[in-house]
């Protein structure tokens, strides 16, 4: 065990590093977005939800709306632009949004509450009903992913399907001291800090991580470590559980706990991918995930 742990420290910051570079390499060229959202004529602009002004993007003309949620300080196009850019938008309408205090969606600044990832879900929730869905599936992302969990639990017949990728239930004692090792931004490259940086400014995204940082371990120790573990039963759709081998963030005991309690679920292990493999691997999972979102049949 303290040999994983060493390894896993040893090499946090070097995945950090491929985990910021691959947000940049597919969310800062400006002129490629612009050109792509004349193609595929993407809105983006903010909605009034539960008191706050909340960006989204909204592409697609299908019978089938999905909303994508990031990660942890991630934004609609640091996060998901692959997706937004090439899912099938015949089939399906896609939504993405920048969650209370992240990207666009400030003022007011991000809260780090004990329950803010419940409350991510409702406004999440919420926002769907403003545009107009009354069912939608969802596609999260490590904090997105917990937050999908939570949402699915939470309104179950507001959701046809759910696919979570990088996620976990609960924390690890190991995770934590993983993320008390990559706390501090000025110990970060330039490669690594410039992205988020460009986005909210050093001083802002230095207190949100520092707050993040701080709020996992608070959840650690207040919850055990409990995140969704007590909903997990209450989740109905059919759920896709994506994972990679080489996830350093994320334990591998994570998804397969998922698939354990979760009903009506499958896994997909991508066998070279990191936390951030839908963006390094863009293609395989865009494929993987329309076939899931589009088949009929039961899991």
Known sequence: MMSNVCRTLRHSTKMLSKFVTSRNAFSWDQRLSSMASKVRQIEERKVNVNGMDINYARVGTGDHPVLLLPGALGTIWTDFKPQIENLDVDKLVIVAWDPPGYGKSRPPDRTFSDDMFQRDAICAHNLMKTLGYERF???????????????ASMYPESIYKMVVIGANAYIQPDEVKLYENIRDINSWSKKMSTPMIQVYGKDYFKKI?????DT????YKKQNGDLCKQVLSKIKCPTLIVQGAKDVLVLPEHPKYLKQNIANSKMYIFEKGSHNLHLRYPDEFNKL????????SKI
């Open 137 to 151: 599936s969802l596609i999260g992302w490590s904090d997105g992913g917990i937050t999908s969990l939570l949402l």
């Open 216 to 219: 996992m371990q608070r959840l």
């Open 289 to 296: 995930v329309l076939n899931f979102l589009l088949e009929k």
């Open 209 to 213: 991580w520092s707050d993040w940082v």
